[in-house]
């Protein structure tokens, strides 16, 4: 009856519905001594926003509020609550279809778990909640970064319209650039065009594709993951596979590997300026479920969008009859490029929470006053 | 500090290491009145352990000892302690290289971590800790069994090698038995002499190869997983990665939902004898992080075995210079078919979990007496 | 880095600050199905808002909005958050003393860990967050009401004056009634008022006085509690030594125990109507952590006020040197009247915890509709 | 369905029953480096373990054994797993009074919890459970010792007979040896011949005895403990409170707080030094749920032992008939003494918890060597 909160020593509970009053989540805790504003999350909320052709018609501002934990400007230790009103939300238009199950939504399992559905706009499973998860994760990433770690995802694959970008060998900011300046967030140019041109027909025929999402974390230190049980990887695996739409997660070289032999797979060991470092990454900079200092990389399969407007067999559980169903209205043809913020948000989660696991955060930032 | 601790309402805590005195674990705690054996445990042990040409020539019996948690016959209600001893382990033979970094294990990790490190066999990071996870694994198992769900896993894919079964259209009976007929688990027997072929083939070259193990919940009730975060999904994709060697995870249509349209990738919704059903199971039996009902089907990617007898780069930290490694001694050429009952076990740990926190598993199997 | 989550599977989360925007909690989650309404909040925090000449001058009206997890006017099984705007909130008031540290309050051991402090009224150690905790205690007892258990709170000592009452003899709802009926809470008149004297007579020495509450559960079924180390007494001594100014916790016969005999200090085994009853309650309903039907009896013990007007010796963190302090402004004289809704709340919400992983609490109050 | 683990950053699982096999723990985890042998843990269980005129005459070694996280005589960071055999259970003795319910005890509970018991002396509701936490504390207490931190426990009070000893005053080695050199462990030669006396003379008549524990901290850090739930006087009354026979804890000046005034009560804040220091300790060494750096001051009332030779009114539960019990056999008239190592076992566990998630203990103790 729990299953809000997410992480062990850095927390974040989340609540809200897509057509409720508003959504919003609890930091338990950032450190004392964080620097935090508003538009330090803001600027994380925008990258998540809807907008532009691609994108579903809903309009919201996400202006974030925080209502807790911050003091002339820094974090005190204590939760920080942060609220995101829903401006925009039109519970009436999802009226006429209230009594038929969407496929490929969680219309059917919510009911089936509480025999009671909200179902405006799939209320609690609407991909709108993510908005909370967003505004934390600008928070572990401002963290992050202050220890010097990095974390940026961007678009691998849409539709089966491939980036083959080998990011290991360029900065960490010039992929956020080359990611953000187009609308697929895929940081090869002239494949965002094709990858648009293949969500652009699949909404002409009232269609959606998928793709795959990959963040790369930089800079994590050696040694955090909690095994056996609480791997780094598998901590990665849990907070990535919890975002809406997404059905697979891989490390590193991921499911290639089945395809590959040890000698080939293995990462050669090497010193690099006296220290202990790895000829090349299919490890995806976890061994045994421990950081060993390399780019961490994370990919994540993102199904297409469960709504479409062609017509779908289904059934209405009023009147337990089978009918069919056209899902019209305001969605994404395609999720990928939203989820990247998404994706990146519960990687940094991950990341901070493992760190003050290891006891690399403190709990001041700040230097006492006594 | 704590990451050997698996479970929310149905727990296990493991410990031991591979050249230790033993491992074990301690199950917090089935439901009173389960009726429960050490064969129990020993039927899924023994399916694990090593045996065969194709395995690691470490000969261990496993023999379980329950320590607690049952009487007459029946649990308690209390924690189950389970211990197997360690009778071949040696030490020895890792003294050579205990300097050197071994290329793909959890060596220079755990080191990151702790600065100290047990290194015979890899101590905590070796896959011998999963005998426990087994050991746990299977009480979950023989609960799950008398609601009526079933957990059967196998080898879908090794070295390329894929097996096309349908097991939508089979008893989970019937392909257990087919899996377990055959040393690498591939319910395709004709498969699965290919399979052999190709171990037996990165054996004689000093190498290894992985693959893919599916697994299937059947007759889980629709209604579990706690969304947001601790999804059926989410949870599903943390214990698996958790597993040695394990580098991707997905559930149903998986990545390749990545290259389908929405309409494509939806399951029809149907009534079947009245009741709620799908058409196919792209979803893989999970929607919105809670079960639909359907086999849940979860696919998890292992890597080759990283111990080669192939010279790889490494490094020795204690001279810290770089040098040649080469693994010799007892282990898998590919750890795929042994993966089976580990995965199965942690599948079955998160589907007991989730059932009890929908309230789906009493806290008494029996009536009460006064 | 999360102390702020009371709760294994009944879970509320609370943030804010005496003197922030606002205090509010997210409860994660109550069953799907119950009816809920905003006075039913409103109801039991209006018990414990500032009033009446005995009280603070702060005046907040504690107005509660609900904006999440109900739809309909029931509850959907989704996270219920929770908001009261800080209307009150005089930060300038705490100016002149803050670089003083606050004789019994926490304004030293939060610098201590954190470096850094919110001044204004103690922040987030202010009793001004238990606001949060009654909200989520009144889904709780509404919950619990549903189920037929009553839970109520009284004064049972204020300042060395006792109120001798012997609940075991009363309906509950009686007792509720007659404590409710005066400032103090006491459910005996006439030792009230000898209660208000002594309190008045301390705010004329610019003093405070202390006392205890106490709080009867019952009608809880028997059987709840999670031994060894989550006994229902053992989180029923958490969830109340969490309150501010409670400095003891005792079940039943509590520290008089410690001067009784085994014989005498033992309730004898009988039977009441065919079932399991006792003859006295020495055991506070509690039996090796478990509820053993009878009522669950707690008490706290609840300082003094630490806010007093008459001058005390503190140290001045900045300047780190020696002086005095007079704490004027807004506060209670006494605190234990105004802490039995605190207290009530924080039992609730260790009952409904129980009962839920006790498997007693449904996942959803409604019938299904399919 | 998991109460079994204690603990957040430093966990403590336990298992086994009073005439089962073994009891046993499993520490998730003691940082890598901690010199540990079984003579660190055997010291803590020989002053738990029964002995002499006023104990019970089950004779158990309570040898440990150490089965997993230590490698060459150092922690490794991993679960450290301890099993203690046990040598002299004698379940035939219950047999006779199976069915019924001993007044005092966990007997009818259980029975309503899981509807079957282990009615072999209690089974894991017995205090022979307790073995597996003065284990757990023993690491935890050799722990802290490297950090400064002193944990002293010694009986205030048995039988009505109190010790009025000012252990502010003493060094607490004196204090401990004082108390280690009596049958009572009271620190007052003259005052534990008292209470011996006391015991004797109940036992005499086949009755029992309680009184008051005391445990001193000393050293502990300012800065610990995790508001709002998660206090540290909080979670010290939950540790202790789950202590068998305990029925109240109070803090510093604790329920005497309830009769003095706040000017009375406050400690005064002074320099000491040149660091914030106390004239008084009423506080007991918390402030707001942290700890201020003066002694914790932890005190827990042990009821008499239930088990009494005296007849007592029962029911016996397979024919639900009232009838009456003498309970014979191995048990201590007064558990108060046994009790202090048991008390400081869990006193130090949450200690040594808190300062983890202070982030005052490493993850390694050793110089990283590379």
Chains 1, 2, 3, 4 share one sequence.
């Not at 928070?139 to 290991?168: H, N, P, Q, Y």
């Not at 009232?206 to 993951?225: K, L, M, T």
């Not at 990919?299 to 779908?312: D, F, G, H, L």
Request: hydrophobic share 40%; proline share 5%; charged share 25%.
């Amino acid at each position: 009856m729990s299953g809000n909160t997410f992480g062990v020593a850095f927390r974040v509970t989340t609540w809200g519905e897509s057509h409720g009053r508003a959504v919003g989540c609890v930091v338990d805790s950032p450190p004392a001594g964080l620097e935090l504003k508003e538009k330090d999350i803001q600027k994380e909320l925008d990258r998540r926003k809807p907008g532009g052709r691609l994108s579903t018609k809903r309009r919201e501002s996400d202006a974030v509020e925080i209502l807790s934990g911050v003091f002339e400007g820094f974090t005190t230790g204590t939760p920080v609550s942060m609220l995101i009103w829903n401006k925009d939300a039109r519970p009436e238009a999802y009226e006429p279809i209230k009594d038929l199950l969407r496929p490929g939504h969680a219309d059917y399992t919510y009911l089936a778990k509480f025999g009671f559905r909200d179902w405006r706009g799939g209320g609690r499973s609407s991909a709108r909640e993510t908005v909370a998860r967003v505004a934390a994760g600008a928070i572990a990433k401002k963290l992050l970064s202050l220890f010097g770690v990095e974390i940026v995802g961007f678009t691998r694959e849409i539709a089966g319209v491939k980036c083959s970008i080998d990011v290991r060998e360029l900065e960490l900011s010039e992929v956020y650039k080359l990611a953000e300046s187009n609308a697929v967030r895929c940081p090869d140019a002239e494949v965002a065009k094709v990858m648009e041109e293949k969500i652009v027909e699949a909404m002409g025929a009232g269609d959606s594709v998928g793709g795959v999402v990959e963040v790369i974390v930089r800079n994590a230190p050696a040694g955090i993951g909690e095994p056996v049980f609480d791997k780094l990887d598998a901590r990665l695996a849990y907070a990535v596979m919890g975002v809406p739409a997404v059905k697979g997660v891989e490390i590193g070289s991921g499911f290639s590997a089945a395809r590959k032999r040890g000698s080939e797979n293995n990462d050669p060991i090497v010193l690099k300026d006296g220290k202990i470092g790895f000829e090349k990454n299919d490890a995806g900079g976890i061994l045994g479920g421990i950081s060993n200092g390399d780019d961490i990389v994370v990919r994540a399969c993102v199904k297409p969008t469960p709504s479409v407007s062609i017509p779908q067999k289904t059934v209405n559980v009023r009147e337990m009859r089978e009918t069919e169903i056209v899902v019209k209205g305001r969605h994404d043809p395609c999720i990928v490029p939203r989820a990247v913020p998404v994706i990146e948000a519960m990687v940094a989660l991950t990341v901070v929470d493992f760190m003050v696991l290891q006891g690399l955060i403190p709990r001041s930032l700040l230097q006492k006053r006594f």
